[in-house]
């Protein structure tokens, strides 16, 4: 089975385009193109999988929203529950054990500590560089997915009326999941109770400390030598003056002074007004992110995930049966082959390079005994048993009435 460290397992395709792209493509192979009656009957399997997919996670939403609940800070309704510290702190520990198999099945990957202060470290075209205390949290965790080359606009140096895009590696989504605790940096308003939750988009991955509370601006080391500098030359020309002129200066003409302090003060305002100005810089750009690249906050990013969990999920059992019914041969296919054939028509037909997740797609469809395996080789039942199998499965889900 093809393994690629290049590629990702997201289908950046929404399922309902991509059941009319399955009924109207042309296989590779020699099977023929569907016919009107065998598309309207994928199209009833595609929607009532695509329903019994929706339950189980309608059922995954409500455990998780009941696990954030005693740490969401922008609830408004009344707790009735009061939890001690022991019973939080497990508590805490299973949502972010939770959260983490959701961004999991929504194909995020967790970013280490490693690469998180990496990242940290390093100084963007921008000059802007943040010094991030991780003493700061108690939990912080962040998962991206879609790593990608893309352009920032930047003000040419010589030229600073003139703008160029330049090169920049973004991350297409970025989650966010922390838990503060007490610290001098995040002040005495802090929530430290709470579990915080964002959900960005576009974000450089020379950034990430930029969205991270209790981050403080480093100067440059070019920007503190330059500052050093000055002030050294500044003072030590000052001292020369003041030393060398005393009598003059205190007696016949104190204005004199005035030369060597006013040096010395416009060499220190000169390199404070660029810090500051960079500080500003720093501000806007936060300011941008937060606004304009923040997609979602708090329980509003588990809705959000969470249906993007379940697209994901759809598509690849979408994929995997139709190509099973559709392209197999009679023996059936190992799941390499097909891992390896679904892969190979989604870029012929989208020009998409993906890394199809073939066992969770198999396993799917194996639970609701939509496939049969014999050996290291399975088969799709026929279309109309699958959609009577899949309906007896749907008409069960609330056995009442048995």
Not at 172 to 189: D, E, F, M, N, T
Not at 202 to 227: A, F, Q, Y
Not at 385 to 391: G, N, S
């Amino acid at each position: 089975m093809a393994e690629y460290q290049d590629r990702e397992h997201f289908l950046p395709v929404r399922k309902s385009e991509l059941v009319e792209l399955l009924c109207r493509s042309k296989p590779l192979g020699d099977a023929g193109l569907l016919t009107a009656v065998e598309q309207d009957k994928f199209r009833r399997f595609c929607t009532i999988f695509g329903a019994y997919v929706h339950h189980q996670f309608h059922d995954r939403l409500e455990k998780l929203k009941d696990a954030y609940a005693p740490f969401d800070p922008d609830r408004d309704t009344k707790q009735l529950a009061k939890l001690d510290d022991s019973e939080r702190g497990g508590r805490m520990k299973s949502l972010f054990d939770d959260f983490d198999e959701l961004l999991s099945k929504a194909n995020f990957r967790k970013l280490t500590r490693d690469q998180i202060e990496a990242a940290s470290q390093a100084v963007s075209n921008w000059g802007i560089n943040l010094d991030v205390d991780f003493d700061c949290f108690e939990r912080m965790e962040i998962y991206v997915r879609g790593e990608m080359n893309g352009t920032r606009p930047l003000r040419v140096w010589y030229k600073p009326w003139v703008t160029q895009d330049v090169p920049v590696r973004i991350y297409q989504r970025l989650v966010l999941i922390l838990k503060q605790q007490p610290h001098r940096r995040l002040g005495k308003s802090a929530d430290v109770k709470n579990v915080m939750l964002k959900f960005f988009k576009d974000i450089p991955t020379v950034d990430l400390e930029m969205l991270v509370p209790g981050g403080r601006l480093k100067m440059p080391r070019l920007e503190k030598g330059k500052l050093g500098a000055s002030l050294a030359s500044a003072v030590g020309f000052g001292a020369w003056k003041v030393i060398s002129d005393f009598s003059a200066l205190s007696v016949t003409n104190p204005v004199t002074l005035f030369g060597p302090v006013s040096v010395l003060l416009g060499y220190g305002y000169k390199q404070y007004a660029s810090y500051s100005y960079t500080r500003q810089q720093y501000a806007s750009r936060l300011t941008e992110s937060l606004y304009y690249q923040n997609l979602d906050s708090n329980a509003g990013v588990l809705n959000r995930l969470l249906d993007e969990a379940e697209e994901q999920d759809c598509r690849e059992g979408f994929l995997a049966y139709f190509h099973l019914w559709r392209h197999a041969s009679a023996d059936g296919w190992t799941s390499q082959q097909l891992d390896d054939y679904i892969e190979m028509d989604l870029e012929r037909t989208l020009n998409l390079k993906v890394d199809f997740e073939i066992d969770d797609a198999l396993d799917k469809l194996e639970k609701l005994n939509l496939i049969e395996r014999s050996g290291d080789r399975c088969r799709a039942i026929p279309i109309d048993d699958a959609l009577r199998r899949i309906d007896e499965v749907w008409d069960n889900l609330f056995p009442y009435n048995n």
